[in-house]
């Protein structure tokens, strides 16, 4: 890649580890990362996890030592609502963000404390049946499919504390995709993240899924073009 380009950080969705962002990752690199949750590795009882807010703003001083390069913040389903906060909280801190990559997830007013999302393991294995068909007669064993119930557990409880009236409007672009038969993800859903920006807000639709537009060609290269400039 040329030196006009931005950094992006990758914030991923729950229980996944990154390897749906491969693809992306090999045409970016060596511009882009992938963000490790540190609650995932930590041996905490639910009632230890951190709020939604503090998780999120715990990558402040990681992230401030880029901020001049003006970053591009990437953030797939629970993963967008991690990446929207932790750029409003970057922007109080008077640092630059480049742009806010939203795939797969709805505007934040619409799931704001949800009480609706899945809670026990057979609303979550439901929950997975549905945005992923097949994905746990993939696994390599039941113990991968209990780690995924559990981190998803755990996120969903962490998102479930998380209120868009906290934050106010971005001042960078926000770019906002899904894929075209995502069961997550609504045509308001998408056009309500212009509602949370100053700037200039865009609206891709994809060929694919929840997850697995992110690694077509089509999305791969429109990501590439955000990161232009």
Known sequence: MDDATRDVIIFPGTGSFGSEFQPMVR????????????????????????????????????LRDISEKE?????HSFGAYM???LAAAL?????????????????????????????SSEEIEAYWTTVDPGLFERMPSHEWKD??????????NMLSDFHASDFGRLCCPIFA??????????????????DYTTERMSIRRFCGGH???LATNEFITWVKEITHH
Do not use: M
């Open 147 to 156: 780690i995924l119930i559990d981190t998803t557990r755990k996120e969903l």
């Open 177 to 194: 995709a899904s894929g075209d038969e995502d069961p997550l993800v609504t045509e308001n859903g998408l056009t309500g993240w212009g």
């Open 91 to 119: 922007e109080l801190a008077c640092c630059q963000i480049g742009g806010l990559v939203i795939v797969g997830a709805n505007a934040p007013h619409l799931i704001d404390g949800s009480a609706l999302l899945p809670r």
């Open 71 to 75: 970053p591009i913040l990437f953030g």
């Open 211 to 213: 997850t697995n537009l």
């Open 27 to 62: 045409t970016l690199r060596p511009n882009v990362r992938i963000l490790r949750y540190p609650w995932r590795y930590e041996q905490t009882s639910h009632t230890d996890t951190p709020s939604f807010h503090d998780a999120a703003v715990s990558f402040v001083p990681q």
């Open 83 to 85: 990446a929207y906060t």
